[in-house]
């Protein structure tokens, strides 16, 4: 996917937001978390804005690696981009948290998610049980279940 956009810059063809979100996607489940950051980098420094879907892609690849500090910089990212963090958004950083037992702060994620006026999905929940379970904080992880 890099080596493609590089190809498409080369044949004089601009990158679109499309393109760029499809290799952070790509990056994503390559796990390869920095080349997903580095590309929305690109992104900000070009006349392209990020959007929703790129940077949910990016947080997906922090999630998948554990990357936690890095996935609330993007939710923080998206703020200051005004761009509207979704309740895939808060999961993806709720679950970066979960694999790192960050449990207090997955469970910040989710009353922030109320603040925000979004309604937790499943998804989201279940990310915070399991990160209370990990941390063992049993209390909190029944709470979550009840309030479910």
Do not use: F
């Not at 990056?27 to 997903?36: F, I, M, N, Y």
């Not at 070009?46 to 690696?65: D, F, G, H, M």
């Not at 937790?120 to 941390?135: E, F, H, L, R």
């Amino acid at each position: 996917a890099l080596a493609l956009l590089a190809t498409m810059q080369r044949a004089i063809l601009e990158p679109n937001i499309i393109s760029y979100s499809a290799a952070i996607s790509t990056c994503e489940k390559g796990t390869a978390w920095q080349s997903a950051l580095a590309l929305l980098a690109v992104m900000s420094e070009t006349v392209l804005e990020p959007c929703a879907i790129s940077y949910n892609a990016a947080l997906s690849s922090c999630e998948k690696c554990a990357e936690w500090q890095r996935a609330l910089a993007l939710l923080a990212a998206m703020d200051q981009a005004v761009v509207a963090p979704s309740v895939i958004s808060y999961s993806a950083a709720i679950s970066a948290c979960e694999k790192a037992v960050e449990w207090q702060i997955a469970l910040s994620l989710l009353a922030a998610m109320g603040w925000a006026a979004l309604q937790p999905s499943v998804v989201s929940y279940n990310a915070t049980i399991s990160a209370c379970d990990k941390g063992a904080e049993w209390q909190g992880a029944l709470a979550l279940l009840i309030a479910m």
